[in-house]
């Protein structure tokens, strides 16, 4: 990477933008918010975007185990068959998807690690959909990093982060990469990688 | 994944590629337990089924795959069309060209169809079956039906019996199960091998009782019933008694022996009613993947720039 920086005259800068402690404080609020708003876990659903939202939502469904003692249906979905860039890229590594329970009826609390574009959630949403009728399809995410294309919002925010549209922001969770951490990389000049997606 | 401008043959595909197919294909098979059996993936796109040959299976397959992926489907049967007031195989190639078709799936009896198709028109060519030469998205789902089967095809030891000479099933089947680590022994009468077989790098052997208590796999090739008029067996009952699968030969075999094969069956010929009927025959398992693994080729073959 150095060298490349050095070759091209891009400077990365790195900031850490969360600790462990700090993730961890979060998703304690974010568990707390959900059993808040939607009055205990009964009917409940908690769907992790792939990757790394998988791992978030099995956390979260964690703490409100110890808080409400209820066992919540945790999910996994891959939205590639969902996105909206097919045919535009080499085709997206498709992998399973797994929704444990009905959804019709369900709060569907869909989790990702970070809401970018808003295409990921607009695709989540979809799939979702094609599995039954949800009560309701709330979004959770560690980070808010703005830039929105589409008309969505987050129901539970760990941390917003104001970031330039070119600037990558990269969350690592222990079950993945051995360490939780969020890092911003500013990336110069600007309109280099537009091919930026949000999480990965 | 890039996927191939035009899947003619197995050779061309890497064990990487084989395996990228192998492992979207698993993810793909998830949508065929869904209440709702359709994803959006590939809506807009449309593919066309040119079907020179008879075939139940393979069309209805890639007709269900691409369908689930939303693509939209034609079919085309050669003796219902102009084919038959003598329309050329590149005169009806540039009609579904200009009728805006992104895929053509082509099975045609002579060999080296599809490859011509690819060379004459811009939409992707998928090949499904030609002549005596290759079948690849039957050994794609052969390779997935065994690794599901058997949790992985490295060190198998599998037996392709019967016809090799004249089966595109066995050309394709013998380069992807090597290509995937298996070790192959060819079994047949010296009258159903291919001249120059040893070129093949397999092993070969004219007595299946002698193959039978050494190997994890029988792949049971059918007997193209019309061979017999060319004189190269006998009967179908010598045929039957020699290269067919029975109980008796089941009860010599591994106990975990799998048996496949690729459709349609003839019952009494290569293979008995009882053992067609056995559990650890997967014949039917070959067909619930196949739409799978051809989701999975669809995919890669029309998912990209």
């Not at chain 2, 401008?5 to 061309?12: A, G, M």
């Amino acid at each position: 990477m150095c060298a490349l920086e050095e070759m091209t005259g891009v400077s990365k800068e790195s900031v850490r933008v969360m600790e462990e402690p700090d993730i961890k404080r979060a998703l304690n609020r974010i568990a707390h918010e959900i059993m808040e708003k939607n009055r205990g876990a009964q009917d409940l659903c908690i769907i992790g975007i792939r990757t790394r939202g998988v791992y978030m939502a099995e956390r979260i469904a964690g703490i409100i185990r110890e808080v409400e003692g209820v066992a919540v249906p945790v999910g996994t979905l891959d939205i590639a068959m969902y996105r909206d860039d097919i045919g535009t890229k080499p085709s997206p590594e498709v992998r399973s998807t797994d929704i444990p329970c009905d959804v019709t009826g369900m709060s569907v609390i869909l989790v990702d690690d970070v809401l970018f574009t808003g295409r990921s959630a607009r695709a989540a949403m979809d799939a979702v959909i094609d599995f039954g009728r949800p009560h309701s399809i709330q979004l959770a995410v560690l980070i808010d990093r703005g830039h929105r294309e589409l008309p969505i919002r987050a129901d539970y925010v760990g941390k917003n982060i104001p970031t330039s549209r070119t600037e990558k922001v990269r969350v690592a969770l222990r079950e993945l990469d051995g360490t939780d951490a969020v890092d911003r990389d500013s990336q110069e000049p600007e309109g280099l990688d537009s091919s930026v997606r949000e999480g990965s | 994944m890039r996927g191939p401008l035009s899947l003619i043959d197995i050779d061309q595909l890497s064990s990487e590629d084989i395996q990228w197919i192998l492992e979207t294909a698993e993810s793909f098979e998830e949508v065929s337990t869904r209440a709702i059996k359709k994803v959006p993936t590939l809506r807009g796109k449309t593919v066309v089924n040119l079907f020179y040959e008879a075939s139940t299976r393979t069309r209805l397959s890639f007709e269900v795959a691409a369908k689930r992926l939303s693509a939209d489907v034609l079919n085309f049967a050669a003796q219902q069309s102009s084919v038959s007031k003598g329309e050329s195989l590149k005169d009806t190639a540039l009609t579904l060209e200009a009728m805006g078709v992104d895929a053509i799936i082509v099975r045609h009896s002579s060999a080296g169809a599809p490859h011509l198709l690819s060379l004459w028109v811009e939409p992707r060519i998928i090949n499904a079956g030609d002549g005596m030469h290759a079948h690849p998205t039957q050994a794609l789902l052969d390779l997935y039906s065994l690794r599901k089967a058997r949790g992985d095809v490295a060190g198998c030891r599998v037996a392709l019996v019967g016809d090799i000479a004249h089966s595109r099933v066995a050309r394709s089947d013998l380069q992807a199960f090597s290509k995937m680590g298996a070790e192959v022994t060819l079994v047949g009468p010296p009258t159903l091998m291919p001249a120059g077989v040893e070129r093949f790098g397999a092993k070969v052997s004219h007595d299946l009782d002698e193959v039978i208590p050494d190997c994890d796999v029988l792949y049971m090739l059918r007997v193209q019933l019309e061979r017999q008029a060319e004189g190269l067996f006998p009967d179908l009952r010598e045929y039957s008694e020699l290269y067919g699968l029975n109980s008796d030969r089941m009860r010599r075999a591994p106990r975990d022996v799998v048996v496949m094969h690729p459709g349609p069956m003839n019952r009494g010929v290569e293979i008995s009613a009882e053992v067609a009927d056995d559990p650890r025959n997967i014949v039917t398992d070959q067909v619930v993947n196949g739409v799978a693994v051809r989701m999975a080729v669809l995919y890669m073959m029309l998912g990209g720039d």
